[in-house]
C-alpha cells in the first residue's frame, strides 16, 4: 500500500519560504516520478511541479518558475518542495503525488498525499 506523507507547510508572510518534504512508502521510490499539486478554496486542484524518477528532469506551472524548486533524495524516499518568494496567492493546500508515465504527470498520478495548509498572509 502506497503511502505519501507531507509535511513542512504552515503560515507565512508575503515574501517568505517554507520548504515541503513528502516521504512515500509502500512501493520502490525510485522507480516513480513525483509532483506537487495545490488546491485553494473554491478552485479546482492544479499541477505545480513535478520531477522524474532519477531527479533529472523537472516541470514547473508558468506561475511558479523561478520561485519554487522540487527536488527529492532516493535514498530517503523523501521529494521536497522549495517555495520561495512566497505570495497570497500562493496559498492552497498542497499534495505530493507518485506518478508512472511523465507524460501524464501533469494530469494523472497514481497516488496522492493527505495534503498540507500553506497560508501566505499579505
Known amino acids: 500500500q502506497v503511502q505519501l506523507v507531507e509535511s513542512g507547510g504552515g503560515l507565512v508572510q508575503a515574501g517568505g519560504s517554507l520548504r515541503l518534504s513528502c516521504v512515500a512508502s509502500?512501493?520502490?521510490?525510485?522507480?516513480?516520478?513525483m509532483g506537487w499539486f495545490r488546491q485553494a478554496p473554491g478552485k479546482e486542484r492544479e499541477f505545480v511541479t513535478a520531477?522524474?524518477?532519477?531527479?533529472?528532469?523537472?516541470d514547473y506551472a508558468d506561475s511558479v518558475k523561478g520561485r519554487f524548486t522540487i527536488s527529492r533524495d532516493n535514498a530517503k524516499n523523501t521529494v521536497y518542495l522549495q517555495m520561495n518568494n512566497l505570495k497570497p496567492e500562493d496559498t492552497a493546500v498542497y499534495y505530493c503525488?507518485?506518478?508512472?508515465?511523465?507524460?501524464?504527470?501533469?494530469?494523472?498520478?497514481?497516488?496522492w498525499g493527505q495534503g498540507t495548509q500553506v497560508t501566505v498572509s499579505s
Open positions: 503525488a507518485q506518478g508512472r508515465r511523465w507524460a501524464a504527470m501533469r494530469q494523472a498520478v497514481d497516488y
Open positions: 509502500g512501493r520502490t521510490f525510485s522507480s516513480y516520478h
Open positions: 520531477i522524474t524518477s532519477g531527479g533529472g528532469s523537472t
